[in-house]
């Protein structure tokens, strides 16, 4: 079973508008969350990272939040541009030194003019 | 171009053929990694490198996979007598360490179609 399950799997939104999507983990001990894009055909960017002790870490107009305690995390997007669309994934590291990313199957947003 | 680079980005062969792959990591980075992606899943680790020495192989790494990193530099990943389930992107990353803050680069993937 997945360690990682994000939602929704696909979501289409306007251009200019705000989306938010899910992540859930179970993967113990927690090391790190990371928010990935990948445009379609190449490999992924990092878009933040954050440990146990960040709840939100911004990058332009990503924002990502982190509650460790529930194990969610969301990573939200701003005034989205037709440049955003890709598949988001989300990424989480067991231990400090655990290099076996667990990642989340990805949601791709599509943004319409 | 200093980013991670992996050649060929495309791959078609017939099945049973072998097949290898390069991967140039950012030159500093010690650590080096391969994963495979398959259509609307997310990565899942193959392998390892610290320097030139493997330190792990996932289960999914069979007898058919090898992957080497010589000189602790660029790797080449082989699969051989290639089956159609072995279709897939196979991505190369690297870092300069793993601690909990440590950045992993992507290369842009081998896209692997096996006919």
């Known amino acids: 079973k997945n360690q990682v399950e994000q939602s929704p799997q696909s979501l289409i939104i306007l251009e200019g508008k705000n989306c938010t999507l899910q992540?859930?983990?179970?993967?113990?001990?927690?090391?790190?969350l990371r928010w990935y894009k990948q445009d379609t055909g190449r490999g992924p960017v990092s878009l933040t990272i954050?440990?146990?002790?960040?709840n939100t870490k911004s990058n332009g107009r990503y924002t990502a939040t982190l509650d460790a305690d529930t194990k969610q995390s969301s990573l939200h997007i701003t005034a989205s541009q037709l440049s955003d669309s890709a598949s988001y994934i989300c990424?989480?590291?067991?231990?400090?030194?655990?290099?076996?990313?667990?990642f989340g199957a990805g949601t791709t947003v599509t943004v319409r003019a | 171009d200093t980013g991670v680079s992996q050649d060929p980005r495309h791959k078609i062969t017939k099945r049973g053929q072998n097949v290898t792959f390069r991967c140039d990591p950012i030159?500093?980075?010690?650590?080096l990694y391969w994963y495979r992606q398959t259509l609307g899943q997310g990565p899942e680790f193959l392998t390892y490198?610290?320097?030139?020495?493997?330190?792990?192989k996932s289960r999914l790494l069979s007898d058919r996979f090898s992957a080497e990193r010589p000189k602790g530099s660029f790797s080449t990943l082989e699969i051989q007598r290639t089956e159609q389930g072995d279709s897939a992107m196979y991505l190369c990353?690297?870092?300069?360490?793993?601690?909990?803050?440590?950045?992993?680069?992507f290369g842009q993937g081998t896209r692997l179609t096996v006919v």
């Open positions: 990424v989480v590291s067991a231990g400090a030194n655990d290099y076996k990313l667990s």
């Open positions: 954050m440990t146990f002790s960040e």
């Open positions: 030159s500093e980075h010690n650590r």
């Open positions: 990353a690297s870092s300069l360490e793993w601690a909990a803050n440590t950045e992993a680069f």
């Open positions: 490198f610290q320097n030139e020495a493997q330190l792990e």
């Open positions: 992540c859930n983990y179970t993967v113990s001990p927690f090391s790190n």
